[in-house]
């Protein structure tokens, strides 16, 4: 058990965000700064603004998470960043910032992958026990994961379109709810009585790859017809119909990863695990399949900081750094 301390650094879409971990487990601050109500009024991120705005945030927000965790810069053992994936502008921010504080402090400086970072941000909560399959959800992946033991990862399906998050946010915008959408949908789908019938997309019966941009257009012809037929649309009955569509084929999935790879557990992350609808429907499967079910606090789930510092601190543990002339990956592999 090691009880290094490591500032780590997440600014790969819209948040930024500084945590201080110690010894891989112990969240001594996590602070993030969200960009939402900037980039509501265009509809979705914008990226150069996202870039401006980690800029005017970064050093501040480094002291203050010092501050809050109540260290000093000196005592820290490493610095962890995310290198990738995301928005290259973006990820640049942190990667400087963070080679700089190592640079000038003479630490270590380790570099992420944001996915591993949604994955390991269960570590912070739970033990995990190996092998087990991450379901990866958010508004810029779709991943089932199998982790054979810790820090292996083998993507085994992905998103052939859009990411999860993201057909969900779009089809919010369609309904005229504001972004980030996901959670409008969700909320109506819950409350919703009756359901538009939507397909489900299976893709070839041995995939574990998903599809939703189908789906998606499904949901913007139903929306299109009735305005050009002047119908009243029942919106809830179509979110209905969209989550129930989108959680069967992800549970279906999962679950058949699960037994197929002989997995202890199965993992949930990702800002979509928010979902009511989907954290209910995996549960129930999960307990009649008597499958173990991790989902990490919601604060855990979106992009943050302290995700970034537990995946850092496996590289720790075996000292694979990061050279200092390392550079921000917008499409870093796992
Ligand atoms: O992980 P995250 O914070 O950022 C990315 O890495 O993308 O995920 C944000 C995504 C957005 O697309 C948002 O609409 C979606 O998660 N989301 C939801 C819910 N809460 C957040 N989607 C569906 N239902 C929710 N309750
Ligand atoms: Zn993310």
Known sequence: ???????????SCDET????????????CNLVSSQIETHEKYGGVVPEIASRQHVESITLMIEQAVQEAGVTLEELSAIAVTQGPGLVGSLLVGVIAAKTLAMA?????IGTHHIAGHIYANQLVHELVYPC??????????????????????????????????????VARALKFPYPGGPHVDR????????????RAWLEPDSYDFSFSGLK???????????????????????????????????????????????????????????KGLRTALAARCESEQVPLLVPPM?????????IGAAAHLKWKHAAFTSLDMKAEPSFSL
């Open 188 to 199: 109506l789908a819950g409350e919703a009585e009756e359901e538009i019938e939507l397909p």
């Open 217 to 275: 257009s499904a949901v913007l012809a139903a929306i299109n017809q009735a305005n050009m037929k002047g119908l009243t649309l029942d919106k809830g009955a179509l979110a209905r119909g969209f989550q129930n569509s989108v959680i069967e084929v992800l549970v279906t999935k999962a679950l058949r990863a699960v037994h197929a790879e002989g997995a202890k557990q199965l993992l949930l992350c990702g800002g979509v695990a928010a979902n």
């Open 17 to 28: 965000s500084v945590a201080v971990i110690r010894g891989g487990k112990e969240i001594l």
């Open 133 to 170: 399959v991450a379901l990866v959800v958010s508004g810029g992946h779709t991943e089932l994961v199998v982790l054979e033991r810790e820090g292996v990862f083998r993507i085994i399906g992905r998103t052939r379109d859009d990411a999860v998050g993201e057909a969900y946010d779009k």
């Open 105 to 109: 402090l003479d630490i270590p400086l």
């Open 299 to 307: 604060s855990l789930c979106s992009d943050n900081a302290a995700m």
């Open 1 to 11: 058990m090691t009880n290094e301390l490591i500032l780590a650094v997440e600014t």
